[in-house]
């Protein structure tokens, strides 16, 4: 299968959005098996992307031209995000390490502090400076939980436990005190960890069944995320109160939003993958009323 990055996403928008859809362009990977994941801007004004299976760091410009950087120990690439550094930072899922990679494709890994049942997954900047992530921590008993870590760029790390029961973590965002998460089953909650304190405040969805994905600090201060199985989009302000948004196609069992991210036109962006909305003519962006932001 031919695997492709798409630059202009025909995504659905809310929040006030009046930019008309846009055109797709997809640019083929030089190795058809390398699988892109995760995909976020550089300082340097590229596209950055892990390929997962192809065990390397990718980055596109605006008009389409590709490199790519092979890890030096392959590992599968999973999460990336730009750091305070002016580098990008990225999680190997398998290799148990956190990434760097400076402008010119120089490749820098750490794993010291890291216990050797987690496995890193997503990675966001944090408010103080430092890179945060996920972990999946394989348990005893097969069993998988979630752990939050944390590396500074000179590339300690440390790691801290959520409360027992609090399942796994799907994504991870931060704001300018805490980290937030959303967790899956059992909880299907959204989680938070303050960046000084590292106390974990978790909130129970109120449409219980969803397993919260895609998270996202929206341009209003509050943290936007996708409810796939409910159909739905929420907002969790600082305090923890929750609003939740019905799409359009509620009803229709094929759809539900998946991951979200702030647009630069200040309106927050989501996919749905089961729908395949980034595929072909996009429809007009929509901004209904009760999904402003």
């Known amino acids: ?26 640019y083929a990977l030089p190795h058809g098996s390398s699988l892109p994941h995760r ?14 299976t192809g065990q390397r760091i990718g980055r596109i410009s605006m008009a389409g031209t590709i490199a790519e950087y092979a890890l030096p120990t392959g590992g599968n690439p999973i999460g990336i995000a730009a750091g305070p550094d002016g580098n990008m930072w990225f999680t190997e899922s398998l290799g148990r390490r956190i990434g760097r990679i400076d402008a010119g494709g120089k490749i820098a890994e750490f794993s010291t502090g890291l216990s050797a049942r987690n496995s890193p997954q997503e990675i966001t ?7 945060w992530f996920s972990e999946d921590v394989q348990l005893s008993d097969g069993k998988y939980v979630g752990n939050i870590g944390r590396i500074t760029i000179s590339g300690t790390i440390a790691e801290f436990a959520l409360p027992e029961g609090s399942g796994g973590i799907n994504n991870i965002a931060s704001d300018s005190e805490r980290i937030w998460f959303t967790l899956g089953f059992p909880l299907n909650a959204i989680g938070a960890m303050d960046v000084r304190t590292h106390r ?12 919260p994905e895609g998270i996202a600090r929206g341009p209003d201060g ?14 969790i302000a600082p305090d923890g109160k929750i609003a939740t948004f019905a799409m359009p196609d509620q009803g229709d069992a094929t759809g539900g939003p998946s991951n979200i991210a702030l647009g630069p036109d200040g309106a927050m962006w989501f996919t749905e993958f089961n729908q395949s909305r980034s595929a072909g003519s996009p429809p007009a962006a929509r901004s209904p009323s009760s999904m402003t932001a």
């Open 1 to 26: 299968m031919r695997r492709s990055i798409a630059l202009l996403i025909g995504f659905f928008a809310f929040a006030g959005c009046n930019a008309s859809a846009k055109p797709i362009a997809e």
């Open 39 to 52: 995909i976020a801007k550089g300082p340097d004004g590229y596209m950055w992307f892990t390929e997962q």
């Open 125 to 131: 900047a944090g408010p103080d400076g430092a890179l």
């Open 200 to 211: 974990v405040t978790v909130w129970a969805l109120p449409d219980g069944r969803s397993f």
């Open 222 to 235: 509050n943290i936007w995320f996708a409810m796939p199985q409910d159909h739905r989009i929420g907002r």
